[in-house]
Each structure stands twice: as C-alpha cells, then as structure tokens.
Nanobody, 122 residues
Framework: QVQLVESGGGLVQAGGSLRLSCAAS????????MGWFRQPPGKEREFVAG????????DYADSLKGRFTISRANAKNTVYLQMNSLKPDDTAVYYC???????????????WGQGTQVTVSS
C-alpha cells in the first residue's frame, strides 16, 4: 500500500512558476517509478512527466519538454514537478502516481494522489 499526497498548487499569473510536491508513504517508495498527470477542465487526464526509481531516467510530454522538470528525493519520499513559463493552457488538476515501470499510460500506475489544482491566469 502506497499513499500519495500532492501539494504546491495554486493561482499564478502567466509566465510564472510553481513547484508541485508529491509526498509518499511506505518503505518501498524507492522501488517505484513515478509520474505526473494532469486533467484540464473538460478534457481527459493526460501524461505530463515520468521518472525512474533511481531518478536517472525521465520522460516528458513533447509539448512540455523544456518547461517542466520532474525530480525526486528518495530520502524524503518526495517527487517534484517544477513548472516554468506557465500558460493558461496549463490550468488543470495535477496528479502524481506510482507504478512498476516508467510509462505514459494511466493503466501502468497502481497508486494515485488526490490531485492539486493549478490555475494560470492570463
């Protein structure tokens, strides 16, 4: 059993930055690959970024590469998503997830957080 709790969301102006955090419970956290997904209003949940258990391998949605950075601090059981140059289209509920492989598919993740709202104003 793994529990994930996101934090760091809020309201930000276009061009600004936010850093989201995902705190995980459980002593097997280091064994899991982690991902971030988001769900804009009226749209399907979509892949944002993924990171391997070691933190060495990363993957990003093509449209977000260069603006978003995923990282992890295993000693703190925490995964981060640094978001820069934010745009109104980035407005969404952001979710972190844990799975057995680095993947862009929602079905490959076994555990999910409750989500945190990010709103970007123009």
């Amino acid at each position: 059993q793994v529990q994930l709790v996101e934090s760091g969301g809020g309201l930000v102006q276009a061009g600004g930055s936010l850093r989201l955090s995902c705190a995980a419970s459980g002593r097997t956290f280091m064994s899991y690959n982690m991902g971030w997904f988001r769900q804009p209003p009226g749209k399907e949940r979509e892949f944002v970024a993924g990171i391997s258990a070691s933190g060495i391998l990363t993957d990003y949605a093509d449209s977000l590469k260069g603006r978003f950075t995923i990282s992890r601090a295993n000693a703190k059981n925490t995964v981060y998503l640094q978001m820069n140059s934010l745009k109104p289209d980035d407005t969404a509920v952001y979710y972190c997830a844990a799975g057995v492989r680095v993947s862009r598919a929602r079905g490959d993740y076994d555990y999910w957080g409750q989500g945190t709202q990010v709103t970007v104003s123009s």
